[in-house]
């Protein structure tokens, strides 16, 4: 009889609290009555880009790798270099892996302490994170620029970077997956990283300097002046602790 009484109180604050909220619904209803309306479908496609590791939402398109250079060279290099080895901008794309990485699907060098740089290519688990990420993100002053085909170009000028597909290759939705099953880190997710240990118990006992650290300036990124102040000052948008502090990327006046 207790847990029957406890169940039907339950109930009645359960029934209290969704009249509540559908009142407060209501009346939020009227007051903005008239303002906003349904997204249509363009818009929603044009969001709706998102690509999964099992390639769902994969659109179709090719693109080679001598396609994938010419707009490298026009649209990329600048920030990340001629062969993607980034050595003044960004961190280096390509590179770190060997033969015997992309024959076993794991990266040895992310584990090597002589390893200052892990690239790119090195840590990447699947290529729709790639692609996915150069369509909606790439390039750095125009992003979502890029055409269906000139995306899988340019994703497959960067796998034949990375030796793992050949300079004629011809990138598409229906030859990707073949690609996947060649990427050096493709067996490389785990949860036993960051603030996670193998027991799944938050890490707390990290040592990062949180005041008056030391800042090595050889190591610091620098933009090309040409994109500064495109997406605000990042000096201003970093957190206010650790070794990383955002440089000054406001426009000159």
């Not at 790798?65 to 600048?78: H, L, T, Y």
């Not at 690609?179 to 067996?187: A, E, G």
């Amino acid at each position: 009889m207790y847990k029957s009484l406890e169940r039907a109180r339950a109930m009645v604050a359960w029934s209290l609290s969704t009249l509540l909220l559908l009142s407060v619904s209501a009346a939020h209803a009227e007051k903005f009555a008239g303002i906003g309306r349904k997204a249509t479908t363009n818009e929603i496609a044009a969001w709706d880009i998102d690509v999964r590791p099992d390639f769902q939402g994969l659109p179709r398109g090719s693109g080679s790798v001598a396609q994938g250079e010419k707009i490298w060279v026009a649209k990329c290099a600048s920030c990340h270099g001629e062969f993607a080895e980034s050595p003044s901008v960004f961190p280096p794309l390509v590179g770190g892996t060997t033969k015997a990485d992309i024959e076993r699907g794991r990266v040895a060098g992310l584990s090597a302490a002589s390893e200052n740089s892990k690239t790119t290519i090195m840590k990447l688990a699947t290529v729709s994170t790639l692609f996915d990420y150069i369509r909606r993100a790439m390039p750095f002053d125009a992003p979502k620029s890029l055409k269906v085909d000139e995306v899988y170009a340019v994703t497959a000028f960067i796998l034949n970077l990375a030796d793992l597909v050949p300079a004629d290759y011809v990138l598409n939705e229906k030859n990707i997956a073949e690609v996947q099953r060649r990427l050096p880190n493709r067996d490389g997710n785990t949860i036993a990283h960051g603030m996670l240990d193998l027991r799944g118990k938050l890490d707390v006992s990290g040592k990062d300097c949180m005041r008056d650290c030391p800042v090595d300036t050889n190591a610091m990124l620098l933009l090309p002046s040409t994109v500064n102040g495109l997406n605000g000052n990042l000096a201003d948008q970093n957190r206010p602790y650790g070794s990383i502090r955002g440089i000054e990327t406001r426009r000159n006046p």
